[in-house]
């Protein structure tokens, strides 16, 4: 996120040219960081689970994960986005800095999975501009939305995943100024409503190697709920030991990228030059983008929502196409309970799909985060369900 002290105040018609200046590059190339992980490893695989709060052996055990359908531990779906070395492209200098003074949140996701990351894989990665939209918004004035593709293929050129990430941009004054999240209280658990949370922690079941075959699934079927939280500023940590984080940098690292990009910092309350991220655990910080506390990286809930559907499809099954959308702010101290049900079932190029809707709902009762994924299963006919076909644009 941008630095709220270097937010100007800007009128709609400013803000319309430069969405339209942008427009004009959309199918442009976007600039890339480095990945947090240039090669795929078991190490990798653990700290990332791990740090969603999963220790699911199809990631985490080589001995386990020798006994799949795989051959080997495979990598938690969305770990894909801590890989891709940067293609070599190049990035209008007009596009640099066009949204520059607001606010960028993470808002929602595409994804789809033509194979699995395994042990040793090295992925390269490509992105361009996919879409550009201003709305209206009631957090915080004049909105645009941008969306940007992402294509990672890996050393044997074989396409594994492409992803659609949303962003919106704010104009946090105006966030500041309305307050639309400052009636929020963060609540303080008894004893008993801990036990209860831990009772759901408890009872999250796992299916493994037990296939889930295709034809015993009824349309309206419940996914049994599994809960994360309540979070905590260590689970902030724990997530970014797996995920990683460009602009989290230590010392001698942190000043050099702070003199690279100025914008991604602002002092702190004892006068040192911090990330603007730290709204993500620093409550004082997040109260300056209008927000009361700190919150989540959205990051967080869409390996939640990966953890439900993997726990209820099984090894054998295969995790194809997910969407979401970050709706509400999941804020230090909430709870998520991720639930689901079976919405649908059909036969797709012979492969046996089950569409599913997901979801992350907070203690208040709030949906934070709604999903949709697709699912390819085994068949009791057919057996092993094979890999689905790459989607066939995918610039």
Request: charged residues 25%; aromatic residues 10%; contains cysteine.
């Amino acid at each position: 996120m941008t630095s709220p002290q270097q937010n100007r105040p800007h009128n709609p018609a400013k803000v319309s040219e430069r969405v339209e200046a942008l427009r004009q590059h959309i199918g442009a190339r976007v600039p890339l960081h480095a990945p947090w992980n240039e090669y795929a490893s078991v190490d990798a695989f653990r700290h990332f689970a791990h740090g969603i709060g999963d220790d699911n052996p199809l990631h985490c055990d080589p001995a386990y994960g020798a006994t799949t359908r795989w051959g080997s531990v495979i990598a938690p779906p969305t770990f894909v986005a801590t890989m891709g070395v940067p293609e070599p492209a190049h990035v209008p200098r007009e596009m640099k800095g066009t949204l520059a003074g607001l606010m960028g949140a993470y808002t929602g996701d595409e994804w789809e999975w033509s194979r699995p990351v395994c042990p040793g894989d090295r992925l390269t990665s490509s992105a361009t501009l996919h879409s550009v939209e201003e709305k209206p918004s009631q957090f915080a004035g004049t909105s645009v939305i941008v969306k940007r593709r992402y294509v990672y293929v890996n050393q044997r050129g074989e396409l594994v995943a492409t992803w659609t990430m949303q962003s919106t941009h704010l104009e946090t004054r105006a966030a500041r100024e309305r307050k639309k999240y400052a009636p929020i209280v963060r609540p303080v658990y008894t004893p008993e409503q801990l036990k209860e949370i831990e009772a759901v922690y408890d009872t999250e079941k796992r299916r493994g190697g037990e296939p889930r075959y295709w034809e015993d699934v009824q349309v309206g079927e419940q996914l049994t709920p599994i809960v994360r939280g309540p979070l905590l500023v260590t689970d902030m940590i724990a997530f970014l030991a797996g995920f990683g984080g460009h602009n989290v940098q230590a010392h001698r690292l942190r000043l050099a990228h702070q003199r690279r990009n100025p914008r991604r910092f602002a002092p702190n309350e004892f006068g040192v030059p911090d990330i603007t991220d730290r709204n993500h655990w620093d409550d004082a910080w997040a109260q300056r983008t209008g927000n009361p506390y700190a919150f989540d990286f959205g990051w967080q809930r869409i390996g939640w929502i990966c953890t439900q559907v993997q726990n209820w499809m099984g090894d054998d099954a295969w995790l194809w196409k997910l969407t979401d959308q970050y709706r509400l702010f999941n804020y230090i101290g909430d709870t998520t309970w991720v639930e689901g049900m079976v919405v649908g079932k059909s036969e797709v190029e012979g492969r046996r799909v089950v569409e599913l809707d997901v979801w992350c709902k907070n203690q208040r009762g709030a949906i934070t985060a709604p999903a949709h994924a697709t699912v390819i299963l085994p068949s009791r006919e057919a057996g092993l369900p094979p890999l689905p076909k790459p989607p066939r644009n995918v610039s």
